[in-house]
């Protein structure tokens, strides 16, 4: 087993167009989205964390108030475009970590135990790419090793990072996970309610 230093790119600038309100500052069981998030990240075994923020970031820092992660802002967030955020993330990493999870803002869903899994996978296999997959699709996070950074650093758009993961589908170890909620993001008001009933149905 080989030493994975792993940090997370906690992606959080995004303006919540379809959603049509500040989708990560929206109540999440006691808590916002973000919050929730930020909450899950802090307890992993992550040697670094950064977020990336733009839109509605002042009240976004507001939620990360004791939270140990270094903060950088996408000046071009109002573009839509994921991947100079994901740029962003990557150049913000210390020299000494060299995996990264990619984690989306609005999965609140988000495990803990997949991340530990995925942390614990990336010090086995020499796979550059490790992806959670439910039923034969791929989920979130995505852990990107650094021998690909630099590749990822020197796309531009339209070409985002999926081109990269797909470019090196042969350099992917797949995570196979009963978890459906790898899949679950709450792009829109009807993705959220979905899932908020859907947590709520298991809880009750």
């Keep these: 087993m080989s030493k994975v230093s792993c940090g997370a790119i906690l992606l959080a600038a995004g303006m919540s167009r379809r959603m049509g309100t500040p989708k990560l500052?929206?109540?999440?069981?006691?808590?916002?989205?973000?919050?929730?998030?930020?909450?899950?990240?802090?307890?992993?075994?992550?040697?670094?964390?950064?977020?990336?923020l733009g839109s509605h970031r002042r009240q976004i820092?507001?939620?990360?108030?004791?939270?140990?992660?270094?903060?950088?802002?996408?000046?071009?967030?109002?573009?839509?475009?994921?991947?100079?955020?994901?740029?962003?993330?990557?150049?913000?990493?210390?020299?000494?970590?060299?995996?990264?999870?990619?984690?989306?803002?609005?999965?609140?869903?988000?495990?803990?135990?997949?991340?530990?899994?995925?942390?614990?996978?990336?010090?086995?296999?020499?796979?550059?790419?490790?992806?959670?997959?439910?039923?034969?699709?791929?989920?979130?996070?995505?852990?990107i090793k650094r021998p690909l950074w630099q590749e990822i650093l020197e796309l531009r758009s339209p070409y985002t990072l999926r081109d990269v993961i797909n470019r090196h589908d042969n350099d992917i170890h797949y995570l196979i996970t009963d978890d459906p909620h790898v899949l679950r993001d709450v792009d829109t008001p009807e993705a959220y309610q979905s899932l908020l009933d859907e947590i709520q149905g298991t809880d009750s």
């Excluded at 820092?61 to 996408?74: R, T």
């Excluded at 913000?92 to 988000?110: H, K, M, R, Y």
């Design 61 to 143: 820092q507001d939620e990360l108030v004791g939270a140990n992660f270094k903060q950088i802002i996408n000046p071009k967030y109002r573009d839509g475009d994921m991947l100079k955020s994901i740029q962003y993330g990557i150049r913000a990493l210390d020299e000494s970590t060299n995996a990264a999870l990619i984690i989306l803002g609005d999965q609140p869903t988000l495990s803990s135990d997949i991340i530990s899994l995925e942390i614990e996978l990336a010090g086995v296999t020499e796979k550059n790419i490790i992806i959670p997959s439910y039923q034969m699709k791929r989920g979130h996070p995505w852990l």
């Design 25 to 52: 500052l929206l109540p999440w069981h006691g808590r916002t989205i973000i919050k929730t998030i930020v909450t899950i990240l802090e307890q992993a075994q992550l040697v670094e964390k950064v977020i990336v």
